[in-house]
């Protein structure tokens, strides 16, 4: 497992705080769930066809949106009638992100459905990207409304009312986004950007405020806040803004670039110039704000829309690739990630996500690479080291592991709770490199800053049973360990083998009989659990788990000493054996 923790940016990206019922596959959006009827057509054009459509569902079903737009577009072409298949091929096509496409489908979708939300949608979008505003509304006045899109057409219908010049009426918009409940901060965000981009900074500086005071600090109030106050309040005002947040770990990249434009006497643009921006801003929000797996389609699809509206909107690009991530789609995410501007301050927190994304997919070589060439620019880096060290002990490499683990460390400062995963990381290469000193003193160390991490407390606890030493103090870390992670097998292996080694046999057999079945097929815990059995006279059952041990895959010494037990037993009288390695 991966112990380094995520980039700031990616752990608090969201624009705002919405409350949004999760909204499912793509399918959910537009009501297209049935399965196509394919008829009325030659047979060969039918199997073609329905074919096509099963490739299409295959490659849906694995995330795979490119290839899902392709077979069923090639499915449409054998049978263009066809209502459901057009759907699909309109929404996959939309959330692969070929817009231009995805228009000509959307048209092809209303001229049968024509409330169709999402279709109506990419329309409005295509309309605000080509500036023609009042289409814009015309496709958003007619499209279906549920619960989730009607958020969403209301947000871009402020924007398209603003490129008309109708700021009041936009406002008047923002407004019904506010009776949804639960989305004053978003409105009161947006009616900031509007007003900003309207020249009324006065009542933009109230709604920022207003906005940032409703959900907290968000990475894009605090730069879009922040920008406002650089632009049109004085320097004092924007330096004492950007001070509040200055050791705030999602805000750092922010408020340093703010920082060093300010030193250079450099006016910043506004966050939002321009209505289309506006509407991007809209859509990446409520894609942000998507973050369980179910709807990470959806998400793709506002996250496309916002692109086509936004091409250099960075932000997006980071959340669209977090997305991918989800899916398990590392290549996707690499690019995504890769396509993030050269300038923009989320760039090094992007290249170190792709290099780990690498690692995911056996390219471990390049992933070292690249974070060791992170790591001589930006040296303070506490997580591109602990990348780089992920990456060096994904290889083997434990001793440049530790070195890299050593490194975030010293970047980090003087230790705080958070940096208890980097001693955790440290002491496991430490072990494996056979210095158990320094492993045992990073553990304590880890314990020190966050008492009541189970996998600490396990491999302290662990590690000392299994060199026979500290074992009642072992044991003791052992059960609040399994306190604290009651249905994890492996610690209650461990809590069950502290017993077997304190001569315990009864409790041993009870923790073990328990990991066995929290943990089945695993060959040390069986062997342990059959162990203890022997020791409490139970020979035969003992034998029975021993069997199982070597059935689930034991190897070399372990499976020659399991062969010894089902010949011999254990021998009558109990001596220091050591705990195998899981």
Known sequence: MTLRQR????????CMTVTLGACGHLSSISGNGTHPQVQNLPVSRQATAYGQYLSGHLAASDHDLAAAAKFYSEALAHDPQNTDILARAFLFTAAAGDMKQATKLANAVIARNPSDRTARLALAVDDLANGNYAGARTQIAQSARGPFTSLTLTLLDAWARQGLGQTNQALKDLTEVTNQGGTEALARYHSALILSLAGKPHQADKDFAAALAASGPTPRQVEAYGRFLEREESAAKASAFYARFAKVPSLAAIVQEARARMAAGKKPTLLVQTPQEGAAEALFGIAASLTDRSSADVAILYLRFALFLAPDLNLAKIVLADRFEALHKWQLAIDTYHSVSADSP??????????????????NDLAVAELTAITKVQPQSVTAWTALGDAWRNEGNYTHATLAYTQAIRAAGRPASKDWPLYYARAICEQQTKHWDAAEADLKRALALSPDQPDVLNFLGYSWVDRGEHLSKALSLLEKARALSPLDGYIVDSVGWAYYRLG???????????????????????????????????????RFQWNHALAFGARGKDRQELEQKLLYGLPAKAVVVRAKKR
């Open 504 to 542: 315990r046999y009864k409790d041993a057999v009870a923790a073990l009989a328990q990991a066995v079945q929290l943990v089945p097929g695993d060959p040390t815990i069986n062997e342990h659990y059959g162990d203890a059995l022997w020791r409490a006279g139970r020979q035969l059952q003992a």
């Open 7 to 14: 980039p700031f940016v990616l752990a608090a990206i969201v």
């Open 346 to 363: 989320y760039k090094t927190a992007a290249s170190i996500e792709a290099a780990v994304d690498r690692t995911r997919i056996g390219q």
